[in-house]
């Protein structure tokens, strides 16, 4: 009897085994089909992912692309507007006018601020701004800094100083020049007693920069929102001027695009500090040698001026006969042509890059250096910041200068590229 139950014992333990065995595979199997399901709803989601971000990629390409064309259509007529405003102020207005015409450029000036900050912005977003990271010397933007904006502090009753400097950093000038400006904008713009301090100083692998100020302060509520785009937080400055609240938008994604760490404190009532940490230089490069100051006469200069723009022509036509030069202007290469003769041999152009009917102005300079047998000096022209354009204009051997014109700046460069010729 013992040896048929052992029998018997042996018997169930096989079947049980066998039936266990048989609820492993079907557990198996469904695991199985459940992973296979899973991953291909995550493939599904991945090709989902994919083509929303190409399409958010395509929206930000067109709408930087967008605001590229306006800006020039919009920067066009402002161009003509300041160069009319410079021509008035250099003829012998009374002090109301004068007046009249300082409030009209200051705001043409926030116009000109707004579209290009604009601009910068989608160019941000859109990664068309890559930054130049090189060794910057710190001291050189805090001096900058100090000229820029300490006369602006001393006639609001401030005290606007720097500190420390004497270290190198890596980092692109052009940015971290316009991160340093718009805090210290903000900083002098919301303090209305005290004074704003911007500091530099090593803090263990990093420098860290400070702008310090002893203004409102601001609501921790709103310290995060304060970086989005046109968020103000309800602050008006201390002379009751509105800010567009771009400023602090473009500081966020000038780092960003350098890598530099950014950070606030602030307490109302008691001011705020803006930090920025930058990677050191190992070892201090070379300086380049100081540019010497251009002269800026213009006396007696045959200036050949081709600009499509009526109103822009007109204006600079009469800014340079201003400035003693004698102008010959044309709206485009066949009327220049006519004007000018295959004699008459200018010592600058002054050209436009976009002319009409899709003409270039550089095709102007290049004919008319064809024709005189020498690289006549030439001034390029444009509201288009794209790559492309400036990187013609520099394989051209042209100066490039971006519209609104500046009047001070453009006949400075006119009177360096005369004393060179």
Not at 242 to 260: D, K, T
Request: hydrophobic share 45%; glycine share 8%; charged share 25%.
């Amino acid at each position: 009897m013992s040896q048929v139950e052992r029998r018997m014992d042996q018997r169930g333990s096989a079947y049980s085994l066998f039936q266990t065995a048989i609820t492993l595979e079907g557990q198996v199997r469904t695991r199985t089909e459940e992973l296979t399901a899973l991953m291909r709803s995550l493939e599904r989601s991945n090709q989902a992912l994919t083509a929303a971000k190409e399409e958010a990629e395509r929206a930000n390409s067109s709408k930087t692309r967008f605001l590229t064309a306006a800006s020039h259509d919009l920067l066009q007529p402002l161009n003509a507007a300041r160069l009319s405003l410079s021509a008035l102020a250099d003829m012998p207005v009374g002090p109301e006018a004068r007046g009249i015409v300082g409030q009209v450029e200051r705001g043409l000036q926030t116009i000109e601020d707004l579209i290009k900050t604009l601009l910068d912005i989608s160019k941000l977003d859109a990664g068309l701004i890559q930054p130049v990271v090189r060794p910057v010397l710190v001291a050189d933007v805090l001096e900058s800094l100090e000229a820029s904006f300490g006369p602006l502090a001393a006639r609001k009753g401030l005290r606007f100083s720097v500190r420390g400097g004497r270290t190198w950093v890596k980092s692109d000038l052009v940015l971290l020049q316009r991160i340093l400006q718009n805090l210290a904008s903000n900083a002098i713009r919301y303090t209305a007693a005290g004074g704003v301090l911007v500091a530099a100083r090593k803090r263990g692998d990093a420098v860290r920069i400070d702008v310090v100020d002893s203004g409102s302060g601001i609501p921790e509520s709103d310290q995060e929102l304060i970086f989005e785009e046109f968020h103000r937080g309800g602050r008006e400055s201390v002379d009751g001027e509105i800010a567009l609240g771009l400023g602090l938008s473009i500081v966020r994604r000038s780092a960003q695009a350098l890598g530099h760490g950014l950070s606030l404190e602030s307490r109302v009532g008691h001011g705020s500090r803006f930090s920025l940490y930058l990677t050191p230089c190992a070892a201090e490069p070379p300086r380049p040698a100081p540019s010497l100051v251009p002269p800026t006469s213009l006396t007696g200069a045959r200036i050949a001026l081709i600009e499509n723009d009526k109103p822009a022509l007109e204006a600079l036509a009469r800014l340079f006969h201003g400035w003693d030069a004698n102008a010959f202007a044309a709206r485009d290469h066949l009327s220049l042509v006519r004007l000018l003769g295959t004699t008459w041999s200018p010592d600058v152009v002054v050209a436009d890059f976009h002319l009409d009917g899709g003409a270039c102005g550089l095709d102007t300079v290049a004919w008319l250096r064809s024709v005189h047998g020498h690289d006549i000096p030439a001034v390029i022209t444009t509201a288009d910041h794209s790559a492309e354009v400036e990187a013609r204009v520099r394989a051209a051997r042209c100066e490039l200068v971006y519209k609104p014109l500046k009047p001070a700046q453009l006949r400075a460069l006119l009177a360096h590229l005369l004393s060179r010729a």
